[in-house]
């Protein structure tokens, strides 16, 4: 195999794992807290998973576990988009099968959950696994966003899982795709069939955490790559200083990945849109933010900046989602309508008598690119694509124009060029920091002890992580205690809750009480290249967000 | 200081630099060789550089030089630009400085050449330069794109160094500032004043090389940090499987960022400018070829893929090249005219009278997006902004119209979904790969040294780079050597010839002998980010064209 320098290298990389995974595999033995309760709602979440509501919590101690060694066949899955470790994860739920057991058998489940449904199946053998460890992206089996949803398609699942003789289902996706593995896991019970599932938190995004998931892995090696870039951007806009650097960052609603960047990097601004929600900030005041440290910087002759914008904002700003979701309700009504309208003109036009006078009014001040994409970009059910609305050209735009009145009005005196930028697919699948590849590896092996141990319902959980991996507290929790109720398309479904930033947390209130010199004065910090040989304190430390939050 | 940890530990670096430049620094004699000539029109050249031209090559030696010395006052400018190694040009320069002398001085200037010409300088000191050294960014001074011109900005040059009493002057420059170099140490001899001049060579493009220069610094870090994104991108394309991702790279003119990317990554394919050129592909050629490879790639159902698209290339594209020269002159003609017409038809109108009917043609199938760039984003000379226009959703626009009436003929099966992205920013102040910060150090060295033995007129000069440092050959190459006469803003200009993509060369031939499999088949390199600690084969390794040009 043809391969890079790095990737040789990197094989040879042996993850540090927490010490209770050390050792003889027999030697594992589960212990159970008390029975759990979910977050809210118990009652519904009850009678929808009457056999698996409220195991315990499971901790790993010390014991011998004969149990352990019997000969196992487990299916994985990797779901939803792409983080760094996936490959990890895989690995160390293998070698913990076939240190339990040599002739147990994994066998990956090809472009997400749809392998499962359509049965498309490859043994992950020692040799096919070997030149993945330690290595980014999903490519080993690939991954795919299908959702296990109808009864033809979980009925599909279980006859592949009986053809296959699995004794267990591994599912290593996000919030959604493991709320699947609880309902998988229900089913299976629901049926008589004694196929275990469990679940491993993914995503870069951040959004699932809770008391038991300290971080979802990927968010390390995302957060850093991104990073990265900020930091060389930063240090290229404080050496040419001309340039406004408007970043928008991949992260979906929540803006965990925006404010960590911020942690590491200090720009001169970051928008958090869980606070433009809560403060109902409009779009002409966040302009106005932007403008104001714009202007203070260019009294200090500083006409550069950097501003971090998380991908979701537009939902978050007030008139944006009234006007997204006016749009979205037209567009589903009187789609025909629309489409046969060519001119960008007459879609205004028409338009205007079909959504509210101030949702029209914001939408005839947009700058038309960004009109555009809200008018065209439209998924198959007629909905905005917000993930396609270049927000930071937006912003860019806004701001250019009330720069250029202020200026007029002779408060601003600076020149101003901005330039837009978009992160995301350059961080889902980079090497897996050191962080990322232990943990990822920790949570593989640990969902093999969770398997091992007759669990079905949980989702490994390793703790501490802010302390070196040989402290980290492994176990698994019952994925029942992270479900609410929620509304989606028309019905009341159960969800494993999204954590988004916390206002009152360490990570925000950091960010909060530095920000306002951030704004004005040249704080930047370049963090470099994610670095996976040097010394600890370059290779080794945890986010910012995850010191902050545990040490509370 | 608070900075970040990468930056604190690699002030630790140690660049290795020749062993020539090891030991007692009173040690090095420079030796010469033959007189030299330019490249091309050597009369006029002589004419213009009456005292300066025809210089021989100058190369360390082992031998006693007491001169090394004497007390000096030097200034150092970086100009143009940023290209990770800056600081540590700066840092080689010092510490040679202060060896020769320690009462020795040197004065940074601020904002690039526009900081001699105003007389903006700080002095460099120890405790100034320590935290930048290995660190990327022009920020120690700023740089700046003032070019010295008029004989008024050379009579300020010279007046603020003969305030400074300056003995030396180092540029640090791509081609135009050490041509501006090369006239500036012209000037100061004519004059009579003792000032030498000596220039450095920096651009991330990689255009500034010849026999004597084997690369500019800067290139190996830029490429690095742009190949570690697109081997990121193509691991998330690979592990995804749905979307084809069209990247754009920094590199003006040249296609060497592209192609070095594009070695080191293996991509479905990489557009190279000086191809386009030669050949007169056409752009429907172009889409052309792009659609072949989309199109044999879903034949396997892989409907992903990856695609490099240098920055210049739409001044390559024949008809691209003659629509925009007809704009220019248009806009240069009747610009008045042009910006009263406010509608982007009416424009489109008002240019069907003004440009030739093909030119015109041509203007209205271009995706609406880019053919305003063409109309709106303009110079101060009414020139279109070739850097600024999106070539990559040009490229993409074009290549989904094709692909949409490939699939109604029936030849193409499979889903397009197309993700455009530019780099550039992102690289230019990265801190140096071991490679840039070794040889940016053997650089300012030299320079020192040329100084110290009297020259002006020279480039500092590090050669045999694929070699381990120590190994590495230094001394000064006479600026004249480089150059020829061209045309520029309407009149023959002495200037250093830019080297472009050479299509017989050791790279061109690399990339054209793989490139139709990796058209086709999956045969993605994932580089990973740039290593500073780790083994020799993943932290010390220059480009793959520095090996393949030296080999050849």
């Known amino acids: 195999m043809d391969i890079s320098v790095l990737q040789k290298v990197r094989y040879g990389y042996t993850p540090k794992i927490p010490s209770i995974l050390e050792g003889e595999i027999a030697d594992i033995l589960v212990e159970f807290g008390q029975p759990t309760e979910a977050i809210a709602d118990r009652d519904a979440l009850k009678e929808i998973f009457k056999r698996s509501y409220g195991k315990p919590v499971a901790v790993f101690g010390r014991g011998r576990n004969e149990a352990i060694g019997r000969e196992l066949k487990v299916g994985v899955i990797l779901s939803g988009g792409q983080a760094p470790g996936g490959h990890n994860v895989i690995a160390g739920l293998f070698d913990g099968l076939k240190k339990g057991n040599p002739s147990s058998k994994l066998y990956g489940f090809l472009g997400g959950p749809g392998g499962l449904v359509d049965n498309k199946a490859v043994e992950l053998t020692a040799g096919k696994i070997e030149p993945y460890r330690n290595t980014g992206g999903f490519d080993i089996i690939g991954s795919g966003r299908t959702k296990i ?23 290593i996706g996000g919030d959604d795709s493991n709320t699947n593995a609880a309902l998988l896991a229900e089913y299976f019970l629901e049926r008589g ?49 001309k340039y406004w650097h408007f970043i928008r960052l991949m992260g979906r609603a929540a803006s965990h990945i925006a404010l960590e960047c911020a942690l590491q990097t200090r720009p001169n601004m970051c928008v958090i849109s869980e606070e433009v929600e809560e403060k109902e900030i409009s779009l002409t005041q966040l302009v106005e933010d932007i403008c104001n440290s714009v202007v203070k910087r260019a009294d200090n002759r500083e006409n550069f900046g950097v501003i971090l914008i998380p991908e979701g904002l537009v939902e978050f700003i007030p008139e944006m989602k009234k006007l997204i979701s006016e749009l979205n309700d037209v567009m589903a009504a009187k ?58 050209k937006l ?27 978009f992160f995301g697919y350059e961080g889902r699948c980079a090497f897996p920091t050191n962080f990322d590849a232990d943990y990822c590896y920790s949570l593989g092996y640990s969902a093999f002890v969770l398997i091992a141990s007759g669990l079905t319902g949980y989702i490994a959980s390793v703790k501490n992580l802010a302390a070196p991996a040989s402290e980290w507290i492994a176990g698994g929790v019952p994925l029942t205690m992270m479900m609410n109720m929620e509304q989606r398309h028309g019905s009341k479904k159960p969800v494993i809750k999204k954590a988004l930033v916390d206002l009152e947390g360490g990570p925000f209130k950091a960010f909060d009480a530095a920000r306002d010199t951030w704004a004005v004065k040249t704080m930047f910090h370049y963090p470099g290249a994610i670095q996976y040989f040097g010394p600890a304190e370059v290779c080794d430390q945890p986010t910012k967000t995850l010191k902050l939050e545990l040490e509370q």
Chains 1, 2 share one sequence.
């Open 149 to 171: 949803e109808t009864p033809q398609q979980f009925a599909a699942s279980l006859q592949t899982a009986k053809k296959l003789m699995l004794d267990a289902l591994v599912i």
């Open 193 to 241: 069939a004694s196929i275990q599932v469990i679940g491993c938190p993914k995503t870069i995004d951040g959004d699932l955490k809770n008391e038991h998931i300290e971080t979802s892995f990927g968010f390390d090696t995302a957060c850093k790559t991104f990073s990265e870039l900020i930091g060389n951007i930063q240090r290229d806009a404080n050496s040419a200083k």
């Open 335 to 392: 789609e025909d309508e629309f489409s046969k309208i060519t001119s960008f003109a007459g879609q205004l036009r028409w338009l205007s008598r079909k959504i509210s006078p101030v949702s029209y009014k914001l939408l005839e001040t947009l700058p038309p690119q960004i009109a555009g994409q809200l008018l065209l970009d439209r998924d198959p059910h007629g909905n905005v694509m917000v993930s396609r609305i270049d927000t930071e």
């Open 395 to 421: 912003l860019m735009g806004m701001v250019e124009s009330r720069l250029a009145r202020l200026k007029e009005e002779g408060i601003y005196k600076g020149k101003f060029s901005p330039l837009g930028h």
